[in-house]
């Protein structure tokens, strides 16, 4: 045990100064992050004691059509009122508003940041408290300061991003982040009220035993996915199959897990879903940078996630991620039977 755990708040300086180009901005903007993920971590933690205030339905839809929980709303106020308490961002996107948020008050028209969000992803798993998650990604404005924001600062491709990372919420909050020098982990100590370095640097396997999907759409998948679903289920020592199927129905959880033991997560295009379920702005490319920089790998099954360019806030797009060797392999499959 070390005898000093760096705080995320002590790390983000102290990687500030190491990289003069991340300006203090990116480090207030981040702490901005790290504060609301606080308080939705408590609102979580108690969400079961106070189920009628924010357990359960929300009765109204999302623009996905979704039934918004209230906790899928709440942490939507929460990580929106954070980012617009401070100066750094001038508007946001997320899964649960409709359109782009811009924050046009006089102090945030210079601003030089514009973020994305999940803002509670796995949220059917709220009320059956398995571990759910919160995903961002922050990139550069496009449009001039001054100048009102567009939804062009928002419809750029993953590999603008200047930062990204996630929380989950899970038998430990953590807290994990990439500005482009790295993945890091941090771990809540509720004791301290602070989140402390645990996994600096993590790396993803480049093979891995574990895959990921929701084996209930099976009939839907394309021929490929269900090629390469056999492949896993084969019986061959040399390549360690069969490998083990896990799936938690919350793609940080089923995402951070592979990162740490290798793995691969699939949410492939279906009949009832021809381009998938999960949203390309503030779930795929988040999580694809954050595996790239770890050393792993994102594509929709043929191209690269982060090199999609986006035409609409909430496209969707088939999904496959994490450990290079399994997603070269489940593409393979693709290229051979679509
Ligand atoms: P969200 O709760 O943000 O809408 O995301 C849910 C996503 C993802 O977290 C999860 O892996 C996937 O939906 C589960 O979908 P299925 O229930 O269709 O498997
Ligand atoms: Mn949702
Ligand atoms: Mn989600
Ligand atoms: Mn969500």
Known sequence: MRNHMITLGEYIVKKQAEYPSATGELSSLLSSIRRA???VNREINRAGLVSDIIGGSSGSENVQGEV????DVFANDRFKAALEARGEVCGIASEEEDDFVAFDSENHSNAKYVVLMDPLDGSSNIDVNVS???IFSIY???SEPGQPVTLEDFLQPGINQIAAGYVVYGSSTMLVYTTGHG?????????????CLSHENIRIPEEGTIYSINEGNYIKFPDGVKKYLKYC???DDASKRPYTS?????????????MLKGGIYIYPSGTSAPNGKLRLLYECNPLAFLAEQAGGKASDGFRRIMEIKPTSLHQRTPYFIGSTRMVDKAEEFMAQYS
């Open 37 to 39: 993920a606080k308080v």
């Open 68 to 71: 918004q929980q209230k906790l």
């Open 132 to 134: 759910v998650g919160t």
């Open 140 to 142: 550069r404005r496009i």
């Open 183 to 195: 993945v890091h982990g941090f771990t809540y100590d509720p004791s301290l009220g602070s989140f």
């Open 233 to 235: 289920q084969e019986k």
């Open 246 to 258: 896990r799936y938690i129905g919350s793609l940080v959880s089923d995402f951070h897990r592979n």
